[in-house]
């Protein structure tokens, strides 16, 4: 019953904080002339979003504050959260700090006047320090082990140090995924509110989740709801890097407050093509000055030729409901 309350209470706060505070946060980047540059090598019907509000991950990011001020309020109360364990904290505190690296990215991006930010060595040294932060924090409170599970089993295999290098390429990778996969009106945003379901339903089977996940899931499908408001075509407003590195933390930190942080690559798989997509293609016209794809990442390939913007976010978000249902059956041996 209590995990039924959590999920509920933390959808219903984070859906409307986030979609009234993204309501407001609106005019102001508008005042402040935080608008969006467009690349040239872009599509080319994407130069009439130029100007579109960016940074709306800040709105996510207050939400998620205001959730965790109302959980500590009522833990002072009557210890009614209790039960959350220490683990959602980390990955709460993991996506802030990444949400803070694209904060900071943003911000140099719109000092330049132009679509490029930090340097890349500079953005992933960022979010490689906030990977080693994430499991030192996960090992102190003994939320991570060594051994990695493999989806549909029940097997986990020991692997002692190498755990930790698979743990930071996961979680770097994932998060510059969701980060690429950003690209169209929301297509991240819905994407995620999937994963975020799925998270909810997980922690309604029998020995994945409790509490903590309930509180991820309900947050994290909330706040991508109430973004969702302005960010569907035609988008208000964008999440910038600061709502997509923001989401990437809380999609990967999910997956090992699962147990199985392989998972990410099943649930997760949109992000994952995305990211294939480019390094394909950087590959391929490196190698033979030919390119693999009309556009990099995918999503533009579709673009190209001839898709809408909608239609593209319904294809894909599809394939993330079919996959949360097969990763749903890839965690049953662990059940």
Known sequence: MQKAIILAASFAISFLSCMLITRLLIPKLKSLKLG?????????????????????????ILSLCLIVLISVVIDF???????????????????????????I????????????GLKAWQKYAFQFACAVLFIVGMRLTGNMSTQLHI??????????FFYYIIAVLLLTGVVNAVNLTDGIDGLAASNTLLVGVFFSVMAFSMNLGGNDTALLGGVTAGMCGGFLVYNFYPA????????????????????????????????????IVETASVILQVASFKLTKKRIFKMAPIHHHFEMC??????I????????????????FALRGIM
């Open 36 to 60: 969006q540059k467009i690349l040239d090598i872009g599509p080319r019907w994407h130069k009439g979003k130029e100007g579109t509000p960016t940074m709306g991950g800040i709105a996510m």
């Open 77 to 103: 109360i009557n210890d009614g959260f209790r039960s959350v364990s220490s683990r959602v904290a980390i990955v709460f505190g993991y996506a802030l700090l990444n949400g803070l690296t694209g904060m």
């Open 105 to 116: 990215d943003d911000r140099v991006k719109l000092l330049k006047k132009q679509n490029e």
């Open 151 to 160: 989806p549909f089993t029940s097997i986990y295999v020991e692997l002692g």
């Open 236 to 271: 208000k407003i964008f999440m910038g890097d600061t709502g997509s590195l923001f989401l990437g933390g809380l999609v990967v930190g999910g997956a090992f407050m699962l147990d199985s942080p392989l998972a990410v690559i099943l649930f997760g798989l949109i992000y």
């Open 306 to 311: 001839g898709w809408s913007e909608i239609k």
């Open 313 to 328: 976010v319904t294809v894909f978000s599809i394939i993330t409901a079919v996959m949360c249902i097969v990763s749903y």
